[in-house]
């Protein structure tokens, strides 16, 4: 099995392409750049990979008082919801904060950068990443432990402890914590060959315990689906 290169290693490789990467991402889900910039941010709330799927989904919004709207990108198999732009990021941010309150939906602020080239491809695989990743969210705050682990590889390695105890110690947290609400926001993405590595700032509460602080997944495209196989915390 091929290695997975580390955090650095990635940034390294990817650190002239990821403007590339990202401005991609944004073009596979039919953003311009002058869209991002001279309209505002877009809050991203789903893929699906049904159009009719993604239809219901938007009639749901609609009946809540928001304007949401579907992206299909030529080259990309998801059909992408999302409302937007906003004028700012702290109004995407506070868009994020009342679907989440008020309707129990989360959501992601897309990030931009300032120079972007003039054409770049689509990039399917970061689509799948952030649809995984808004369902990871999901089972972590539902306390569905099975299928919150089931987005870890059986390859993942925690940097405290081996794999099966790390398992142990998160079923442990699961049985004893209630009220768990995560919100997320200045995420970046990177990718490189067959991994793809995501950084965000990830605030945590529960009926225990809070906290806030910087969180890496390194995922990984093993066939049938993208699974964490890195993971890194740091307290802000």
Do not use: H
């Not at 949401?68 to 732009?85: H, L, N, Q």
């Not at 990030?111 to 089972?139: R, T």
């Not at 945590?204 to 196989?229: A, F, H, P, T």
């Amino acid at each position: 099995m091929t290695p997975i290169p580390g955090p650095s290693k990635i940034n390294n490789f990817c650190k002239k392409v990821f403007v590339l990467i990202l401005i991609g991402w944004l073009l596979s889900f039919g953003i311009t750049f002058a869209d991002t910039i001279d309209n505002g941010w877009v809050v991203q709330l789903g893929s699906f990979k049904k159009q009719e799927n993604a239809q219901d989904f938007i009639k749901k919004i609609k009946k809540k008082g928001y304007t949401p709207f579907i992206v299909g990108g030529e080259e990309s198999d998801w059909y992408k919801t999302r409302i937007g732009p906003y004028p700012s990021k702290e109004e995407a941010d506070q868009v994020v904060l009342d679907l989440k309150m008020a309707q129990g939906i989360t959501a992601i602020v897309l990030v931009s950068d300032e120079n972007p080239p003039d054409l770049v491809e689509p990039i399917d695989s970061v689509d799948v990443v952030v649809s995984q990743f808004l369902i990871w969210i999901k089972a972590w705050e539902a306390q569905k432990i099975n299928s919150y682990l089931s987005f870890y590889s059986k390859d993942f390695k925690d940097s405290k402890r081996p794999r099966k105890s790390w398992e142990a110690q998160r079923r442990k947290v699961f049985g004893s914590s209630s009220g768990v609400s995560i919100e997320v926001s200045d995420i970046q993405i990177l990718r490189a060959d067959d991994a793809v590595e995501m950084s965000f700032i990830q605030s945590y509460k529960s009926d225990r315990i809070s906290d806030v602080g910087k969180k890496v997944l390194i995922w990984k495209n093993e066939g049938d689906r993208w699974k964490i196989v890195k993971e890194s915390w740091e307290a802000s």
